[in-house]
Nanobody, 122 residues
């Protein structure tokens, strides 16, 4: 089982980035996928989650209206489109799969990708 996140980088405030997370070794089309982020010295925090079908999406209040989570089950990939980025979005972003409970809590996830760093400059 592997999650491979990509797409991070340096962007100016107000800009956009799209993160991707490609999954392998699991039944991607039947599981919830999520994105979390982690600030230096802080716990991972929920960013967004998407149901197995893509029909339901959930967002942290801090990103609602700016970020969009989506998935392509044919490609076993989940995306995070980020717009209107600001310096407070600078963090390492992680994708996670198949929560054993509530999608909101990182402790419920056992499958994590390696993080991808997003840096927003002012």
């Amino acid at each position: 089982v592997q999650l491979q996140a990509s797409g991070g980088g340096l962007v100016q405030a107000g800009g956009s980035l799209r993160l991707s997370c490609a999954a392998s070794g699991l039944t991607f089309s039947s599981i919830v996928m999520a994105w979390f982020r982690q600030f230096p010295g802080k716990e991972r925090e929920f960013v967004a989650a998407i149901s197995w079908s893509g029909g339901s999406t959930y967002y942290a209040d801090s990103v609602k209206g700016r970020f969009t989570i989506s998935r392509d089950n044919r490609k076993s990939t989940v995306y995070l489109q980020m717009k209107s980025l600001n310096t407070a979005d600078t963090a390492v972003y992680y994708c996670a799969a198949d929560p054993g409970g509530n999608y909101y809590y990182p402790i419920n996830y056992k499958i994590w990708g390696r993080g991808t760093l997003v840096t927003v400059s002012s």
